[in-house]
C-alpha cells in the first residue's frame, strides 16, 4: 500500500517562504514522476510543479521562478520550496505519483498580511 504524507504548510505573510515535503512509502516512488497540485477555494484544482524520475522539472507559469521542485530518492520524498509567496498562491497543496491515483492528504498553505 502506496501512502503519501504531506508537511510544511502554514501562514506566512506576503513575499515569505515555504517549503513542503512529501514522504511516499513503497518502492513505486523513485521510478515515477511525481506532482505538486494545489487547490484554492471554490476552484479546480491546478497542477503546479511535476518532476520526472530523472529530475526533470517542469512549472506552471504563475509560479516559475519562485518555486523550485526537487525529490530526494534515497529518502522517498519530494519537495516544494515556494519563495515570494503571493496571497494567490493561498490553497490547500497535494503531492502524487504522476499517471496514478495515489493523493496525499493535503497541507494548507495561507498567505495573507
Known amino acids: 500500500q502506496v501512502q503519501l504524507v504531506e508537511s510544511g504548510g502554514g501562514l506566512v505573510q506576503p513575499g515569505e517562504s515555504l517549503r513542503l515535503s512529501c514522504a511516499a512509502s513503497?518502492?513505486?516512488?523513485?521510478?515515477?514522476?511525481m506532482a505538486w497540485y494545489r487547490q484554492a477555494l471554490g476552484k479546480e484544482r491546478e497542477l503546479v510543479a511535476t518532476?520526472?524520475?530523472?529530475?526533470?522539472?517542469n512549472y506552471l507559469d504563475s509560479v516559475k521562478g519562485r518555486f523550485t521542485i526537487s525529490r530526494d530518492n534515497a529518502k522517498g520524498t519530494v519537495y516544494l520550496q515556494m519563495n515570494s509567496l503571493k496571497p494567490e498562491d493561498t490553497a490547500v497543496y497535494y503531492c502524487?505519483?504522476?499517471?496514478?491515483?495515489?493523493w496525499g492528504q493535503g497541507t494548507q498553505v495561507t498567505v495573507s498580511s
Open positions: 513503497g518502492t513505486i516512488f523513485r521510478l515515477n514522476g
Open positions: 518532476i520526472t524520475s530523472g529530475g526533470i522539472a
Open positions: 502524487n505519483i504522476r499517471l496514478t491515483t495515489y
